[in-house]
């Protein structure tokens, strides 16, 4: 082995040597940082853990004769992304602070990063400018190279130990969405219930005016207009959240998630609209290949008027030469054209066979509101027991959990019979929703109904496009049908309020000497033997719910 040069001039050959000296060097007062952090901002707001972080980095501080330069974190932020600001703006003052910072004082390696390679990629770079991070309570020295092994373990742990935590938390996400319960903030229009045993949505006010949205959008009306339509009434838009809503499933009583791989489930919060209002919005629904119902003042029973024969929806188009406007249903082996001129006049006369005479306004007014209050009270021994049913639920469902905690009931027993009764319950509460539904001033929607019932010609003739539409879709929901043969309108559905005020009114035309009860056995609601076609009790008010919506429709005409 050769000997080291000792001698004068040996310390001279010195000077030549290459590579760094190992002999000591007192480097005096070394500089540090000190990064706290949270991963939530409940723990922030009760000061969970960062103050007791930050104690024992400066007594490890103090300790080792470090000079603290700087304080940063000191709030949440999550370890499982490096695009943190406090982070960034830590890493950004060691690298150009003109006091050499030595080291990166933090409580433990996963207060640093939870990110594994991307926290072993910053370490590494950071020691490369002489900067060593340093868990007070994982004291490393990472000038070795077991050492830096052994923070890069660490680092690697943190981000399973993360990802782990992340798996179970999106499990846990995922089985509540296949519940049909909600996660994220409540849609707009909708309204989480505070307090509740489980997980309640309701409609709130917004609600009701995005399912006006739903139906202008229906109804052909440009997002331009529905923007404009809903700022006075309180609901100012942006059109990508508006067209964000109109393609949300959520309104019309389902749920789609990212989490839910492409499934669609039924959600457990009421539906805002039905599904075909819903496909109509978004012009899915099935139109043979004709283009989406487009704003035309002079066609307005476009796409709403269907073929008798095959179900095939009418379009429009304007004779330029004649200045003439007509509908047309044109398909192989199908052609049918008419004049809007006659169809309009054919329209007119079918809303003049449900128009009532003014004098029988006030007469009607007076039995139906008596009709409606008969059926409100009659509801009230349903809803008592229903409130029964749900007490004996709630009794029987703490006796199953006494009997788990007791042990005479297994895990497996207890999990099957409280799912069970949740099902129960939840039917429960379902009908006592539909119990419950109210309208706030019944007395002034009958009277609008029966003075719309009065004007129905004059009010479809009077209105724009919009208009037009909005009333046909209130007295005939699924549209029309138009028999070629006969040259007349087929109507598969009719508004439930509207029919029977006809029918009423054509029971009093009849029978003028006829005087209404305040007897629910003898209910003006019931037409007499001789009016065509009859109409039971039961078709003119089934529900207290059934004609709550039945109102709300006819209501909407005029919004």
Sequence with gaps: MAKLINSHQGELLNQFAKGKSTAHVDLGIQNCVIYTRVSSKEQMDTNQSLEWQKKYCIEYALKHN???????????????????????????????????????????????????????????????????????TQPIDTNSHAGALQQNIQFIFSKYDNDLRRQKTVDGMREKLLRGEWIGPAPTGYTFLKGQATQTIVINEKGELIKQAFEWRANGMTYEQIIGKLAPLGLKLPKQTLTDIFRNIFYCGYISHNLLNGEVIQGK????????????????????????????????????????????????????????????????????????????????????????????????????????????????????????????????????????????????????????????????????????????????????ACQLSANLSITWDSGDFYQKQKLQNTLFPEGLAYDAHLNNYRTPKVNAVISCIALLAKSLEKNKSRTFQKNPEKSGSVPGAGVEPACPKTQVFETSASTNSAIRATIGVQK
Excluded: C
């Design 269 to 448: 919060h009421p539906a805002l609209i039905d599904e075909d209002l819903f496909l109509r919005a978004n012009q899915l629904k099935k139109t043979d290949g004709f283009k989406s119902n487009k704003a035309n003042d002079n066609l307005p029973l476009k796409v709403f008027l269907r073929d008798g024969e095959s179900g095939i929806p009418f379009t429009g188009y304007v004779s330029k030469k004649r200045g003439l406007y007509y509908y047309k249903v044109n398909k192989p082996g199908i052609r049918i054209n008419r004049s809007a001129k006659s169809m309009h006049m054919k329209f007119k006369e079918l809303l003049s066979s449900y128009t009532i005479n003014p004098k029988y306004i006030a007469p009607l007014e007076k039995q139906l509101l008596y009709t409606w209050e008969n059926l409100s009270e009659s509801h009230s021994g349903e809803k008592k027991a229903l409130s029964l049913k749900l007490k004996e639920l709630e009794e029987e469902f703490y006796a199953l959990r006494k009997r788990h905690a007791l042990g005479t009931v297994d895990l497996a027993i207890y999990h099957e019979f409280s799912a069970e009764i949740s099902q129960r319950k939840e039917a429960l509460l379902r009908e006592q929703e539909k119990l419950d539904q109210r309208i706030s001033n019944p007395k002034e929607l009958i009277r609008f």
């Design 66 to 136: 470090l000079q603290i330069n700087g304080y940063f974190g000191g709030t949440y932020e999550s370890a499982k992304s490096d695009e943190r600001q406090e982070f960034n703006r830590m890493l950004k003052f060691v690298k150009a602070s003109k006091e050499k910072i030595s080291f990166i004082l933090v409580y433990s390696l996963d207060r640093f990063s939870r990110t594994g390679d991307s926290a072993i990629y910053i370490a590494g770079e950071l020691k490369k400018i002489g900067i060593a991070i340093m868990a007070v």
